[in-house]
């Protein structure tokens, strides 16, 4: 009887310390992606410098010419975005000799929709539903969704880019197997240097990287990165140069609502 007790005594006291060893795992891996998620949340918003609430960013595009075989100027863009993830493109093209060149073109998500236009007629050429998922022709990080709450974020380590270095955060959806990223986030600036995802096109996937540079300190203190080039399957593809952006100007929701009447002059 004595030897059942002691028995039971030692089952009862390997099961608490299993439980416990359990939940201080559960713990650390919930502080863990807690402090994944701040440093994402601290992107461009160093200590005393508000968050980013809205934005005017001058973009010269870039895209790869396979007949010219170099990169030429797409589009010179203006670029509006308002928290959380309202964004409007309005972009000249540039396209010399061809049917389009100088014509304006003109992009308004507003979290549900996405209507594009063109200066050729007063009504879109195109509306579709708005993906939960932020341009790449803006940094990393400033659209915000709904659905990144649900999303799983971990660090995975250190690593090296143009010899600064930077933590690697995972950022999983749970819905979903191939909506994964990886980037990489210099915490000295509070500023990405490395986007890492996969894109389903074709069901074949495409691996894509943005890579974020010519980091500039702004008049309010902040860091942003003002170069992106993105390559799809190690291959370059595009440049993003933003040469001017303003930050928390006040933009009026109007700027997102569908239009009315748009045609050339």
């Known amino acids: 009887m004595k030897r059942s007790l002691i028995s039971v005594l030692l089952i009862v006291t390997v099961c608490y310390f299993i439980n416990m060893n359990i939940a201080l795992a559960d713990r650390r891996s919930e502080e863990a992606n807690l402090k994944a998620r701040q440093l994402i949340e601290q992107l461009y918003a160093p200590a005393g410098v508000m968050p980013i609430r809205d934005l005017i960013a001058e973009i010269e595009c870039h895209d790869f010419s396979t007949e010219s075989n170099a990169f030429q100027l797409l589009s010179n863009d203006k670029v509006y975005y308002k928290y959380p993830n309202k964004l409007r493109i309005d972009a000249i093209i540039?396209?010399?000799?061809?049917?389009?060149?100088?014509?304006?073109?003109?992009?308004?998500?507003?979290?549900?929709?996405?209507?594009?236009?063109?200066?050729?007629?007063q009504y879109p050429v195109k509306k579709a539903l708005d993906q939960p998922s932020g341009t790449l022709n803006l940094p990393f990080g400033i659209q915000k969704y709904s659905i990144d709450a649900s999303k799983k974020y971990s660090i995975k380590g250190k690593k090296v880019i143009n010899d600064v270095e930077t933590i690697e955060i995972l950022i999983e959806n749970p819905q979903d197997e191939n909506d994964t990223k990886?980037?990489?986030?210099?915490?000295?600036?509070?500023v990405p240097l490395r986007l890492d995802l996969t894109r389903i096109s074709d069901k074949e996937k495409i691996l894509v990287r943005a890579q974020y540079s010519n980091i500039q300190k702004l008049p309010d203190g902040r860091y942003f990165p003002c170069q992106i080039d993105i390559f799809e399957n190690d291959v370059h593809k595009k440049i993003r140069n933003i040469k001017a952006v303003q930050m928390n100007c006040g933009l009026d929701d109007s700027m997102f609502n569908q239009m009315q009447g748009f045609v050339n002059p």
């Open 182 to 190: 990886s980037v990489y986030i210099d915490t000295k600036r509070n």
């Open 94 to 121: 540039n396209d010399p000799g061809g049917p389009m060149d100088k014509k304006e073109a003109i992009i308004i998500r507003d979290g549900i929709n996405v209507w594009h236009y063109i200066s050729m007629g």
